[in-house]
């Protein structure tokens, strides 16, 4: 099942096979040649908030071990490769003057990748808003939309020359619930209606960000990362079915519909009224791709609690070590009906992968579970491919084990393992395994150029 060969045959050529990281999760360099604090290191040193007590201080050293980085991406095979920047290490405040050795980091970031041949895919908001701004209201403040724009156009000019590939966003719906609702995420918030407003202002911050982004190179190609699943009913009664509709307005349809140029879905809206007048009457994302993070289906029963009045239940079968139920055909179901109902002009898998609990054995970490994991979802991919899905590239969650939000580093997601006494870097068998099928993919893609 985990031979890689006739699988990597299913992908057209000029498929994109990458890894995907965070700034906050991988860097460290928290104070760093002057970055200012973000919200998840105020977040960070709130007792309790991180299971472990960990912040992203060091987390795997990536702003003193990025050529090393780059490295294995090149030894892996990737030709793609997302990153984030670091709002508060470019404009430490979230404006006004450019601290310009954050900037360079970046800038040096980049060439090494293209010297490398890994065509970068930068993602301007990847959570770690500057404290300065969450000070003056965050997300829920309108000002702070501006501000996006402001530093989409910063980052837009000065990498925009070697950069073609924007991503204004990372799952926007974690962002706002997450951490606004229930408060398990920076800012720690928890206030349903103050997570609706931060939903729509990350909306407006996509639209202003995009617009910075092509003002400033006109061949800039600009998507958004959503995190998106299939919602079933728990069972076949209307009450599970009823839900579930509510489940996908509010993870899904929410975001795709005023993307795709629908305004916000009216269900949805009646549903939102007590918290707020909701309207995006002639807005459209105008994406060039869709990027799509999938890790599991949510299935749902109804309940009398909360403004959704469903909740998330947790099927029988396999899991991931977070918890997570492992079913690749939501995933090939979700990819088709993006297809079929939105008609991306392109869609990008910008997130997927798993954690399990990773153990080195004699210099080596072998994690089967992962490899069946993956062999598992790319093949599901691949079937959406067919099915006429416009898929163009993959970006494995995540390159190297790393920090894992409000787990610490307590889960680990790399195909590569970080030790995070030494910081040494350790290809696991996934990551074997995932260098053979790009190779695999290469050598057929070539083989038939030849014919």
């Known amino acids: 099942m985990s031979e890689p060969t006739a699988l990597a045959r299913r992908f057209p050529a000029g498929f994109l096979f990458g890894t995907a990281t965070a700034a906050y999760q991988i860097e460290g360099g928290h104070d760093a040649d002057g970055k200012g604090p973000s919200i998840w290191d105020t977040f960070c040193r709130r ?10 201080d060091i987390a795997c050293d990536h702003y003193h071990r990025w050529r090393e980085d780059v490295g294995l991406l090149r030894d892996l095979g990737c030709n793609a490769y997302r990153l984030s920047i670091s709002w508060p290490r470019v404009l430490p405040v979230g404006g006004g003057a450019v601290n310009e050795a954050g900037l360079a980091f970046y800038d040096r970031l980049i060439d090494e990748l293209l010297a490398n041949g890994v065509r970068p895919f930068v993602t301007l908001y990847h959570w770690d808003l500057p404290q300065a701004l969450q ?118 349809r929410w975001f795709l519909d005023p993307l795709f140029g629908r305004g916000y879905p009216t269900d949805m809206v009646d549903l939102y009224r007590p918290f707020g007048n909701w309207e995006l009457n002639g807005y459209d994302g105008r994406l060039d791709f869709l990027g799509v993070n999938y890790y599991a289906r949510r299935v749902v029963r109804a309940s009398s609690d909360g403004p959704l009045r469903g909740e998330r239940v947790d099927p029988e079968g396999e899991h991931t070590a977070i918890g997570w139920e492992v079913h690749p055909a939501s995933f090939r179901r979700l990819l088709v009906r993006l297809h079929r109902e939105y008609a991306p002009a392109q869609l ?19 994690d089967p ?83």
Not at 47 to 56: F, K, L, Q, R, V
Not at 194 to 201: D, G, I, N, P, Y
Not at 348 to 366: C, F, K, Q, W
């Open 348 to 366: 990008y898998v910008t997130e997927n992968g798993a954690a399990y609990d990773d153990i080195v054995v004699d210099d080596r970490v072998d």
């Open 135 to 252: 000070e003056k209201g965050g997300w829920s403040a309108p000002e702070t939309v501006e501000a996006f724009g402001r530093y989409a156009d910063v980052i837009a000019r000065r990498l925009g020359d070697r950069v073609r590939d924007w991503i204004t966003l990372n799952e926007p719906e974690v962002v706002a619930y997450a951490g606004h609702y229930v408060g398990v995420h920076a800012p720690g918030i928890r206030d349903f209606r103050t997570a609706v407003l931060v939903s729509h202002h990350l909306l407006l911050a996509h639209r202003a960000a995009a617009t910075a982004v092509r003002a400033a190179h006109r061949d800039s190609r600009v998507g958004i990362a959503l995190n998106l699943s299939p919602c079933d009913p728990a069972s076949d009664t209307p009450a599970d079915a009823d839900a579930a509709v509510r489940m996908d307005g509010y993870l899904n």
């Open 47 to 56: 007792p309790g908030a991180i299971s472990t007590g960990e912040t992203g």
């Open 369 to 451: 579970a992962r490899v069946s994991f993956l062999t598992r979802h790319f093949d599901a991919a691949a079937g959406a491919v067919a099915d006429g899905v416009p898929l163009r590239g993959y970006f494995i969650w995540t390159l190297m084990d790393n920090f894992e939000w409000a787990h610490g580093t307590s889960k680990r997601f790399g195909i590569v393992h970080t030790d995070y006494l030494t910081q040494r870097r350790r290809v696991k068998a996934s990551g074997d395994w995932y260098r053979r099928l790009i190779s695999a993919h290469q050598a057929a893609r070539t083989t038939a150029a030849a014919k």
